[in-house]
């Protein structure tokens, strides 16, 4: 308003009051100054002079009101009044306000009544926006009708705003609407309940906020989680299906909750909601009673019903097909988390578990073994020398393992509810889709984490998309299509994104130090402050800590760093990941097999100290984000924006800073204007006329299309303020569009109006004439009828008339032939009277002559009979004589036979006698014949020779002309550029800088660089077009570098929004990779190193400060940061350098030795120190054209300020500016830039090299996922980079189906090849190691039939690749095969025997077959095995492996060496593990449908069934399949050989425990008898012959008071030596090679004798076992008569024999004369000691001869001893002073003999004086008895101090020890010789040979012990210095140690009555028995 003016008294204006617009009232009005007073209650004056528009606005009657209900209508537009509106309509309940289409909502905190109700639904159903007030409602409606305007594109929907802004109340309604829309598409009607994909999607949401949503300080239904929902339509608009992405749980939410929050809501629901049974089957008691739920102090909350929520998720738990057992199972898992939460810890030599209860309800519900649980949660095992070693976990270690297993365990849970419902809701297949993303609301609290960086991480994303759909690409296309538009400002967050995840940026950081395993996050944070303290969006802290801060959108926020490292690594320990594998709860087995399964299989191998290669949280968060950014940008979007009205999440409170603070980060603002000011609606001119047609009369003609659009719009808005012709397309405000579609609406209304009344008349008249027709054919039909009715009746009665004619008639004829049939009836009689007559007589006459003829026959008959028996014998004789004439003939014939066969054998024997003949002149010729071919090839050698020299001279000139040649071409070519250059420069005469002619030099000599070598490239495409099931040949250039791609580089004026300043870059176009700079990159290698010194003080020369490196050819310079311009400190020259070394002073350090200094620097990294080391020492030793190449690489992504790949670029054009004439415009899927060239040339050459075609043809129809430069190994793949290697840069594109690669991303390139993907794919990544050495980064996916090695020089691509592989793996359906089809049938069937026999009757596998096998029985991963078990065993891939083991059973059979084929299957199974449900499913083949059951074959299939048994236990559904065969087999052949088979392979299967060896022979040959196998064991003095089993453990051996055990070792012998009663505990030991190791108490006994059967092979040495004393509990009151005093006695002997016994000579000689009178008795005169070291320690006597012959120095002839010199101490020292008296030396000098010699000799004397001195000794117990000697040498023994403890021999070097340890050496520069003595109550140090300890510790004040690297012991003492030993013995140091607190620890906690009520409550087949040793 103008200065002076003021609004009347009352009048409501718009005041400018505390940095904001506030409404406010005019209070009164003075002569020189007015007073208003706002609505919050302030009182403002201002003199009249200062009025002015800028402080003072009236405010409008909308404004007022309320009533605007789109915000782009205000007529005040600015905070002021969005505000207000906003306000006013919220306090009228209207929570809902447009800004054109996007939905403001602000939450009300309360219900509001009928706001959602279904007559609300069918109100906005089918309505445009505006027709209805504001609505949730109707953005889905709008949405929803998108899919079909859009030709079927994708929609999505995208909710944000802060936390409690009630973003997941408004994605409910939002499924709700379209859930209503879909059933009422498909007919379903109003109100149906049934359980179709609508209500499983609805019913989803209750289970996912109970078990993701919790209370938090803002919010009381808070998401802690992400999620996209996708709505999959079908063209009627039905849901088919959909699916839920969640993004980052916040795990920690689960162990720790800030003040007054709540854990997930589930717990608490659990806890109301149970029924008592449930409460006591879980053990659940109150919420208060539980740690993870009591410690923020907030229970319970008002607004929350957590037993209606407990019933809303079980019921929607039901009716999304979840199971009871399936719910039970996720209530034992919450309720063992709540159990875990409650363990806790004491400090006794490390971490012990003190609440035994929560341990066993833990271990309970996890069904896992309680002392198991208990180990992996106190313990770290390591895979030290071949054994695993267990180290005890500190207080606040083992805390965090317990932490870690509840976080694992509900993140497991929480993912497999999600894949739960994902296949509740999938869909076959869809029209188009609607997504509705939910993602965590924007977060600062008072203490910011990891969890909240990542959340405001994804928000400044979502942020990114909506300022690109919302600002940038809107004001883009103005600019581009000539609309008068006025720019307006927006903020951009482009570079706060660019801080977090550009190159070298925070996430790229986190992830390098999450890498190394010296990482912190102290060393992250002063990475952070190092490296971007000088970026605007980067706070660092005034005071120094260990906090960043960021400039995000919505404010500053600081994060604090503590835990960053560890929950991006997100580590769960290997111990725990493998006692959940053995739980015996298939839920629990399922949710870690596969991480178990991985982590068992490192630890056998050796790996498992090394961190597992697996992405990090924020690489997988950040490719999530990415893939969801991917996805949203081929969709259109919808944006709903949620405001938070207060912070109190109080209902009808209005917090007007709080609004105003969100509206203005969000940009309302900006929102409002562009929406107001700007077109959102845009259509093609064809599309346009297309569409509202019907509005006007168009003609035909397309030439005057943009005047038909002129005119369709001047109908509507003649003022042409709501719209704007461009130059091809049309832009509409959205009222403008509304009235459009209203009007098109109505006018296909009226139209369709006139059509129905032509289309019904033409109806009518069709109905009319068929009706005609109708009654036509009625009256023909009546008319018909009629007249035959009549006809009818005339007809009867003219044949009722016939009829009684007729019978009159018939009555006459039937009386006259009456009368004819009686007259002919009398005379038929009379002739068959007379008939009969006549019969009678012949009769008679023929039996007279019947009786004639049969005598006359008779006589006849006797006749015949006679003549032929004489006839017969006539015959007889002359056949007699017939054959004595054939007997002559054939007799005559043989000898006529024999005669001819000997002359034939005659004439062939004359026959061979002449080839013989033959055959020797043969061989002579052919002798000949080979001397002449021997001289023709000796002269063709010869000739070919110099043939061969005469080519080469050929060859040579040849190769020279062809050089003269090229270089003729060269020269050509080089003068062509000379000329093109003078052109250019011409061209360029009005610049003059050098730096762009220096930009065309490169330009122009790339240009041809890239025609040669793509000549030459181009020879081997067609090489690479292979498919998967093709094997590429490799072409035969060898060449590292890939394919040349466009390269171009200069400056350019940048900025990536209007509000961003514009910034000069170097920007460089390399390997389609578009990088800008600071400053020019004209250089080698760039980057930053710390350098030492460099200062004129002393101080200064001594610290190291971060430079700037740049190596320029061969000058190496350094300057204060990366600036253009920066000034240079100093420089060195490279070629004039003595050396270059990479061992600096520091880690990752190298140092350049010149003349004058040398130069000490320190890169970041290991790979930066590598890289650096490797460019400065081949510029060192590199010519001027090697130099030149160097040169070429001179872009370095890593130093870039930012990157941008070319192919991710969606359109780069020319943008029409006046004021920058060479601007150009790059737009990506999130971001535009805005560049600026200083030419025109320059800027069409970037729009050339940068716009290159990338339709999506190459994802075949499909979205891809990730596409990407890749160079592909070619040719035959080796997995590696050497100088044969063939690496070509291609155009990789990842769709949901394969990985298909391109010669380039042009949209018409040719396609090169396909890798389908399926369940069975694996990509694997290389070790860091490669890059090291080839400077790539490699990771490779294998295919079915072929494998893709891929290399990349950015680790971040890499993570990327890999993941978004893994994740398309993880997503197909798994391939299931016939034989996994069987096995689900027979578990399904398994009740029903009838369906049993006809599955095994019609399946072809359960048949036995005797053809090989062609593919494996089960699915089993692609590609090859381990790399090592390639090398050392020949194995392939799985596949092959599978087939072979087949082969090997059908050969079984037949084979010789039954046992070599059997060990061969099973170490192949034991190196390749998932091998082994295969071989069983064989197994199960093979032994079905024989015809034999107790055939050999069969047989001996099923020895080596029992030999897989015995050894390896299948998974948990093989097994069942195998128990089932088993059971079976036993019944349907009993008393079988094949049955005992079956039993005793489910003995063995039951027993069965995992082996670390291969069984042995002998354990083979036992299995296959079905017998036990025999192994003696040791103990002093004698041995014992026992049985064991394959299943036997080193404990069951031990423990004899285990009374069910059968079989054990030693059992029987501690029985036999009358063990009853021990005061210490015994153990097995493995004894050989002077070695003895303790057993574990769970080793398998045949693992032991395996290892010591391959030891022998290799070694060639015998081991054994052996059985002693472990742990001396109570040495010093064991009975003299027992049998345990005995092996006391021998183990203090042993220990004093080998020199670990501290005491004086005296003392050990009297201990050999006891140990002398023990054995042999009393001395005789023939008792000489003939070996001294089975009595006395021989070490001790060779250390005291050498040492003392050290410290004696020869005496020469004129020395005299001094008068004070001692008597000699010894023998030895006299003996020694004689030999080097007067003249010894000059004689000692002169002996043939050497030193060598002269100290055996020496110790021959020093041992025979011993022995003397033994002898004597021994003489003086004359008397003595055994056992009076015995107490002797233990009453000796145990006078030392020390007795009882275990010596160990270590290692000390000065600095790893305690002080008070050092003082007491002599040497302190030197390694100390120690031992460690590990006793019941302590451990302590002693010097080697000394009685008293130097220290001691109790094992209450030890922190923690254990290996951290092999041979090095480190031990942690409370308030000391850790502690470093040098020793072999770790591994037995660490079990006795662990033995001792075992038993303390039992001692001191009592676990009998835990332990007995966790026995009761799981069978005790399954308990493992895990104690190491056991007390008696």
């Known amino acids: 308003m103008p200065p002076g003016s003021v609004p009347c008294v009352g009048c409501r204006v718009q005041l400018w009051h505390q940095g904001q617009w506030q409404p406010a009232s005019v209070d009164t009005e003075q002569d020189d100054h007015v007073t208003y007073t706002t609505d919050a209650g302030q009182s403002v004056t201002y003199p009249l002079s200062a009025l002015n528009h800028d402080l003072v606005q009236p405010m409008q009657d909308d404004n007022m009101a309320g009533s605007v209900e789109d915000m782009a209508n205000l007529s005040d537009l600015n905070e002021g009044s969005i505000l207000e509106n906003i306000r006013l309509r919220y306090v009228g309940n209207r929570i809902y306000t447009y800004i054109g289409h996007i939905l403001c909502a602000v939450n009300p905190y309360k219900p509001i009544e009928d706001l959602y109700s279904r007559g609300c639904i069918q109100a906005y159903k089918k309505k445009h926006i505006g027709d209805l007030p504001p609505h949730i409602f109707a953005i889905a409606n709008e949405c929803y009708y998108a899919m079909w305007k859009a030709g079927g594109e994708n929609q999505c929907i995208l909710i944000s705003g802060e936390s409690g802004a009630g973003k997941t109340e408004s994605t409910k309604f939002i499924l709700q609407f379209l859930s209503e829309m879909s059933q009422v598409s498909v007919g379903s009607g109003e109100g149906s309940t049934d359980t179709s994909v609508e209500q499983a999607i609805l019913q989803s949401s209750p289970i996912m906020e109970a078990f993701g949503n919790a209370k938090t300080v803002y919010n009381n239904n808070s998401s802690r ?128 578990v003190a609440d035994k209860q929560a341990l066993s309800n833990a271990a309970s519900l996890l069904r896992v073994d309680m002392l198991g649980l208990a180990e992996a949660l106190t313990q770290r095992s390591i895979f030290l020398r071949g054994e695993l070693i267990s180290t005890p976990l500190e207080v606040n270690e083992a805390a965090d393992s317990r932490d870690s297993l509840a976080m694992n365990l509900y993140k497991a849970c929480f993912r497999w509810i999600i894949t739960k419902i994902n296949s509740r809701i999938y869909g076959n297949g869809h029209y188009s889709s609607i997504g509705v993303l939910d993602i965590f609301g924007f977060e600062n609290f008072q203490t910011n984490r990891f969890e909240q960086f990542n959340i405001n991480y994804a928000n400044e994303k979502l942020q990114e998309y909506f300022n690109k759909h919302i600002f940038s690409l809107e004001q883009l296309e103005y600019n581009r299509e000539g609309i008068v538009w006025t720019d307006i400002d927006w903020v951009d967050n482009g570079e706060c994104l660019d801080l977090v995840e550009r190159k070298l940026g925070i996430l790229d950081l986190l992830d390098e130090e999450s890498r190394f395993p010296k990482g912190t996050d102290n060393t992250f944070v002063d990475k952070l402050h190092g490296g971007h303290k000088e970026n605007a969006f980067f706070l660092k802290p005034k005071v120094a800590s260990r906090m960043f801060g960021i400039k995000h959108y919505a404010g500053e926020v600081y994060y604090d760093t503590q835990g960053f490292l560890d929950k991006n690594r997100d580590t769960f320990r290997d111990d725990i990941l493998n006692i959940l594998q053995e739980s015996r709860s298939d839920f629990i087995y399922e949710l870690f097999d596969t991480d178990a399964y991985a982590n068992r299989t490192s630890l056998k191998s050796g790996t498992a100290t090394r961190q597992r290669k697996k992405p990090t949280v924020s690489s997988q968060f950040k490719e999530s984000l990415r893939s969801l950014m991917t996805t949203l940008s081929a969709a259109n979007p919808f944006f709903v924006r949620c405001i938070k009205p207060n912070s109190q999440k109080l209902p009808d409170t209005f917090d007007p800073e709080l609004v105003l603070s969100q509206l203005r980060y969000s940009g309302m603002l900006e929102t409002v204007r562009i929406r107001r000011a700007g077109y959102p609606v845009r259509r093609t001119f064809d599309d346009f006329c297309y569409r509202y047609r019907v509005l006007v009369r168009l003609s035909s003609s397309d030439e005057d299309i ?244 005469k080519k080469a001279k050929e060859d040579a000139k040849r190769m020279e002309q062809e050089a003269m040649s090229r270089l003729r071409a060269e020269a050509e070519q080089e003068r062509r550029r000379q000329e093109a250059q003078r052109k250019w420069n011409r061209t360029l005469s009005t610049k003059k800088g050098e730096e762009k002619r220096e930009s065309v030099d490169s330009m122009l000599s790339e240009s041809d660089g890239t025609q040669e070598r793509s000549s030459l490239d181009e020879s081997g495409d067609e090489l690479d077009m292979d498919l998967d099931d093709e094997s590429p040949s490799s072409p035969k250039r060898h060449s590292l570098l890939p394919e040349v791609t466009p390269y171009f580089h200069a400056y350019l004026m940048m900025k990536g929004g209007v509000m961003n300043t514009w910034k000069r870059r170097w920007c460089v176009l390399k390997d389609d990779t578009l990088m800008w700079y600071r400053g020019k990159q004209a250089s080698i290698k760039s980057g930053w190193l710390a350098k030492k010194g460099g200062g ?56 350049i030795v010149t003349e004058a200094r040398t130069y000490h620097l320190v890169a970041e990294t290991p790979e930066e120190a590598s890289q650096w080391y490797n460019v400065l020492t081949s510029v060192y030793s590199a010519t001027d054209e090697e130099l030149r190449e160097m040169q070429d690489e001179q872009a370095n992504p890593k130093n870039a300020a930012g990157t941008l790949d070319v192919a991710l670029i969606d359109s780069v054009y020319a943008s029409d500016n006046e004021s920058k004439p060479h601007q150009f415009v790059i737009i990506t899927a999130n971001r535009v830039f805005t560049c600026c060239s200083d030419t025109a040339e320059e800027m069409h050459h970037w729009i050339s090299c940068l716009q290159r075609s990338k339709g999506d043809v190459h994802s075949g129809g499909q979205d891809f996922i990730t596409r990407g430069w890749l160079s592909k ?297 079905r017998r036990d196998m025999y192994t003696t064991v040791h103990c002093y003095g004698s041995s014992c012959r026992i049985s064991i089993n394959s299943s036997t453990t080193a404990s069951e051996v031990v423990k004899h008071l285990i009374q069910e055990m059968k079989l054990k070792v030693v059992q029987r012998l501690v029985r036999g030596m009358n063990l009853e009663e021990t005061h210490n505990t015994f153990a097995l030991f493995e004894r050989g090679a002077g070695q003895d190791k303790a057993i574990d108490g769970k080793a398998i006994v045949a693992d032991i004798l395996a290892k010591f059967e391959k030891l022998k092979e290799e070694e060639e040495t015998d081991w054994k076992l052996f059985f002693r004393l472990f742990c001396f509990m109570d040495p010093r009151n064991v009975p003299t008569n027992s049998l345990e005093y005995d092996f006391m006695f021998e183990q203090a002997h042993e220990d004093v024999i080998h020199n670990r016994f501290p005491s004086s000579e005296e003392t050990l000689q009297y201990l050999a004369a006891y140990r002398l009178q023990y054995k042999e008795g009393d001395f005789s005169k023939s008792g000489w000691i003939n070996d001294l070291g089975q009595v006395y ?240």
């Open 706 to 949: 943009k005047s038909h659009c002129s005119g369709v719009l001047q109908l509507v808005d003649d003022t042409g303020k709501e719209w704007q012709l461009g130059k091809t397309k049309v832009f509409l405000r959205e009222r403008l569009e509304c009235e459009l579609e209203k009007r098109r609406e109505a006018e296909l209304h009226r139209v369709a109006t006139i059509i129905q009344a032509g289309f019904k008349g033409h109806q009518a008249r069709r109905q009319f004439h068929r009706a005609k027709q109708s009654i036509v054919v009625i009256q023909k039909n009546y008319k018909a009828h009629f007249w035959r009715k009549a006809f009818v009746q005339v007809r009867q009665a003219t044949v009722t008339l016939q009829k009684f004619e007729r019978s009159r008639r018939a009555r006459h004829l039937l009386q006259r032939l009456r009368e004819e049939k009686r007259q002919e009836e009398e005379r038929q009689h009379q002739l068959r009277e007379e008939e009969r007559r006549q019969r009678e007589e012949e009769e008679k006459v023929k039996e007279e002559e019947e009786r004639r003829l049969l005598e006359q026959k008779t006589i006849e008959e006797k006749a015949k009979f006679e003549e032929k028996r004489q006839e017969e014998k006539r015959l007889e004789e002359e056949r007699k004589k017939e054959m004595e004439k054939q007997e002559e003939i054939r007799q005559q014939e043989q000898k006529v036979k024999e005669k001819q066969e000997l002359r034939k054998l005659l004439e062939d024997w004359a026959k061979a006698k002449q080839e013989l003949a033959m055959l020797r002149a043969q061989q002579a010729e052919e002798a000949r014949l080979a001397e002449e071919a021997k001289q023709r090839a000796l002269e063709e050698e010869k000739r070919f020779e110099e043939f061969a020299k």
């Open 1096 to 1151: 004129t003080g002393t101080l200064s020369r001594r610290s190291w400060k971060t430079r700037w490196f740049v190596l320029r050819g061969t000058t190496l310079s350094y300057h204060e940061n990366d600036e253009e311009g920066a000034k240079q400190l100093g420089s060195i020259d490279v070629k004039s350098c003595k050396e270059i070394l990479d061992n600096g002073l520091k880690e990752n350090a190298l140092s």
């Open 225 to 352: 989680f992400g999620k996209f929902i996708q709505l999959q339509f079908n063209e009627k608009g039905s849901i088919t299906g959909g699916r839920i992405q969640d993004y980052l749980l916040e795990k920690n939410r689960v162990v720790g909750q800030n003040p007054d929050e709540r854990n997930y809501h589930i717990f608490y629901s659990l806890i109301a909601g149970s029924t008592p049974d449930i409460k006591e089957v879980l053990c659940l008691t109150e919420a208060s009673e539980f740690h993870y739920l009591n410690q923020s102090g907030c229970i319970n909350d008002s607004t929350i019903n957590d037993q209606e929520d407990f019933s809303k998720v079980l019921h929607a738990m039901r009716v999304m097909n979840f199971s009871e057992k399936d719910i039970l199972d996720v209530w034992c898992l919450l309720a063992s988390i709540l159990h875990v939460g409650n363990i806790k810890f004491v400090t006794t030599a490390g971490a012990q």
């Open 1737 to 1976: 320690p021989m070490e001790r006597l060779r250390r005291r001869v050498k040492s003392t012959k050290e410290n004696i120095a020869p005496v020469s002839d004129k020395t005299e001893r001094p008068a004070t010199t001692k008597r000699k101490s010894n023998f030895l020292e006299g003996t020694l002073r004689r030999s080097f008296g007067k003249g010894g030396h000059k004689k000692a000098r002169q002996q043939v003999l050497g030193e060598d010699a002269q100290l055996i000799h020496l110790l021959k004397e020093e041992e025979s004086s011993t022995t003397s001195a033994v002898i004597a000794k021994w003489k003086m117990l004359k008397g003595l008895t055994k056992e009076e000697a015995q107490q002797r040498y233990m009453r000796a023994v145990m006078d030392w101090s020390g007795y009882g403890a275990t010596l160990f021999d270590v290692e000390c070097i000065p600095g790893k020890i305690p002080r008070d340890v050092l003082s007491a050496c002599k040497d302190r520069q030197h390694p100390v010789d120690l031992w460690l003595a590990v006793s019941v109550d302590e451990i302590a140090l002693y010097k080697r040979g000394e009685e008293r300890p130097l220290a001691s510790y109790a094992y209450d004040s030890i922190l923690s012990f254990g290996a951290p690297v092999p041979n090095t012991y480190k031990i942690v003492v409370e308030d000391k210095e850790p502690m470093m030993f040098e020793t072999s013995q770790v591994v037995e140091i660490a079990k006795l140690m662990k033995a001792y607190i075992n038993s303390l620890v039992k001692k001191r906690y009592s676990w009998r009555t835990s332990y007995h009520s966790y026995r009761k409550s799981v069978d005790s087949d399954d308990i493992l028995l895990s104690p190491t040793v056991t007390q008696s």
């Open 1273 to 1569: 190994e070619t040719g035959k793949p080796t997995g590696t980079v050497n100088k044969s290697t063939t690496l070509k840069k291609r155009w990789f594109v990842l769709t949901a189906h394969s990985l298909d690669y391109y010669k380039s991303s042009d949209t018409n390139s040719q396609k090169l090849g396909t890798l389908i993907l399926d369940s069975l794919c694996r990509v694997v990544q290389a070790d860091a190691e490669m890059y090291e050495q080839t400077g790539y980064y490699m990771f490779t996916i294998h295919g079915r039939r072929r494998s893709f090695h891929l290399f990349t020089k950015l680790h971040t691509e890499v993570q990327q690749w890999v993941q978004s592989l893994q994740e398309v793996i993880d997503s197909k359906v798994p391939i299931v095969t016939p034989t996994q089809q069987l096995i689900t049938d027979l578990r399904d069937a398994s009740m029903n025997s009838e369906a049993v026999d006809q599955i095994y009757q019609r399946n072809p596998i359960l048949r036995h077959t005797p053809h090989p096998l062609k593919t494996p029985l089960l699915p089993l991963p692609y590609g090859d095995v381990n790399a090592n078990l390639q090398k050392e065993k020949g194995y392939t891939n799985l596949q092959e492996e599978a087939v072979k083991i087949f082969n090997s059973l059908l050969q079984i059979e037949t084979a010789a060496d039954q046992i070599s084929i059997v060990q061969n299957i099973l170490e192949t199974c034991h190196d390749l593990k998932y091998l082994k449900d295969e071989v069983y499913c064989q197994l199960i083949k093979q032994t079905m449908g024989v015809a034999d059951v107790d055939s050999i074959g069969n047989l001996r299939v099923w020895q080596i069934m029992a030999c897989m048994c015995c050894a390896f236990q299948p998974t948990r559904n093989v097994i069942r399949y195998l128990k089932f065969h088993l059971k079976r087999c036993k019944e349907k052949f009993p008393s079988t050989e094949m049955a005992k088979f079956a039993a005793f392979c489910g003995d063995s299967l039951r027993r069965c425990k995992g082996r670390e060896y291969v069984p042995s022979r002998d354990e083979v040959i036992a299995i296959l008898g």
